[in-house]
């Protein structure tokens, strides 16, 4: 009887085989990483479209838009930008995003934000408002004037378009005087859709920003509030538009994302679109404020997606 040879393989062909694997997996990791992208994108524009139609529902009932913030002089009563409760827009909206259990459990909205009786609503996060490209933290702690007041709050990436002003002018107003700017969400505003003079297909009114705490100036976002008595507490809720998003300056109030594409903004009809960081910055600021009648070109960013 003869026996068979059985050849197996030998070790040069077992490290060109793993080398051909290694290169295939090589080619395939970018192209997974590309489609799970893709669809943290369309989730994070599909958010913003589910926020714009809670602020049309707003709007409806209420014929104004929520606050950027609502703030008070607690002595006094007086408007007053670092004041209380500190509710921001985001937080009137909850009912019209399905989240009345939210507002039926945890928010007592005639208290401050910082009240104890909002405590358990400081550190809830909502997926609604956050972006899954933002991979950071689900609650932040606030610099140490904030974090005196309110220790931890739940991290969002939409904040309101404040217009093109320096949010921190806010702490320079003093108490009895409103904090207003020329964009769509501030201090105690109630802006209709009629003040818009824009156009509402012309003006953006909320946008996207990423989470940064290793910034030199670390950057966070909350759908909460603004906590009272510190100027850069405003900035939690609103954004100002005085660089272009992902802009390579230093700016803790500015907006941005981690996409590489650019940055979802919800203009004020709904609809959602990309913005790259190299739009004309004229055209920016035009896009970000609601009445100063300047001209922008019907094609300023992708649909969002």
Request: glycine share 10%; with cysteine; charged share 15%.
């Amino acid at each position: 009887m003869i026996a068979r040879k059985v050849r197996g393989f030998t070790l040069v062909e077992l490290l060109v085989v793993i080398t051909i694997i290694g290169i295939l997996i090589a080619l395939l990791l970018p192209a997974v990483q590309s489609a799970r992208e893709a669809a943290r994108r369309m989730s994070c524009s599909n958010n913003l479209k589910q926020i714009g139609l809670a602020l049309h529902m707003y709007h409806d009932m209420h014929n104004c838009l929520p606050a950027g913030w609502r703030a008070y002089d607690k002595d006094t009563g007086k408007p007053y930008a670092l004041g209380e409760p500190g509710w921001g827009w985001a937080a009137s909206i909850l009912p019209y995003l399905e989240q009345q259990n939210v507002v039926t459990n945890m928010i007592h909205y005639d208290k401050s934000i910082s009240a104890s009786e909002n405590t358990q609503a400081q550190t809830y996060v909502l997926n609604v408002f956050r972006c899954p490209s933002d991979t950071g933290d689900s609650t932040f702690k606030p610099e140490d004037e904030i974090a005196a007041i309110v220790p931890k709050l739940a991290t969002a990436n939409y904040i309101g378009v404040f217009g093109t002003e320096n949010i921190h002018s806010c702490g320079t107003v003093t108490s009895g005087q409103q904090c207003t700017c020329d964009g769509t969400f501030f201090h105690n505003s109630a802006i209709r859709f009629a003040d818009i003079r824009d156009g509402l297909s012309q003006t953006f009114i909320v946008g996207e920003r990423r989470s940064e705490p290793d910034a030199e100036e670390p950057v966070f976002s909350a759908w909460m509030g603004a906590p009272s008595s510190d100027a850069c507490a405003p900035g939690f809720v609103v954004g100002t538009a005085g660089y272009a998003p992902n802009s390579s300056e230093e700016d803790a109030h500015n907006f941005s994302s981690n996409h590489s594409t650019g940055t979802h903004f919800l203009v004020g009809d709904g609809s959602v679109h990309m913005v790259s960081q190299y739009i004309d910055t004229t055209a920016f600021h035009a896009l970000c404020t609601r009445d100063k009648g300047e001209l922008v070109g019907s094609t300023f960013g992708e649909p969002g997606g």
